[in-house]
């Protein structure tokens, strides 16, 4: 599976479970943390942790594990580890407080769009 069919899938997948305001930034010129960032808020702490759940159940799927999952103890934000693509849920309140998208706004902002269901 190549990363631009791994990338889709997580954004269908979140997109799939409600998954609010999905961002996918590519970072690859800034850092080598990872190529992409993939960053989503849910409506509770219980729908971040589902996102993050149906996120790495569909890549386990097609036999891809997160090199790393780390989650605060109340679930209001989560981190999936794939190498080149990192995943960020959060918890609307939280996701405010971290900030991500302007911590990494020098990078390029991924048209996700197409990926997207309509409301």
Known sequence: MTQQE???LIVKTLDSKRGEDIQAIKISDLTILADY???VNGTSNTHARTLADEVEFQLSQ???EPERREADTG?????????DIIVH???????????LEKLWADGEAVDISG????D
């Open 6 to 8: 791994r990338l889709e």
């Open 37 to 39: 960032f993939v960053i």
């Open 115 to 118: 990926l997207l269901t309509e």
């Open 62 to 64: 097609k036999g891809i």
């Open 75 to 83: 679930n209001t934000w989560i981190i999936l580890d794939y190498a």
């Open 89 to 99: 849920v959060f918890y609307k309140e939280a996701r405010g407080f971290y900030q």
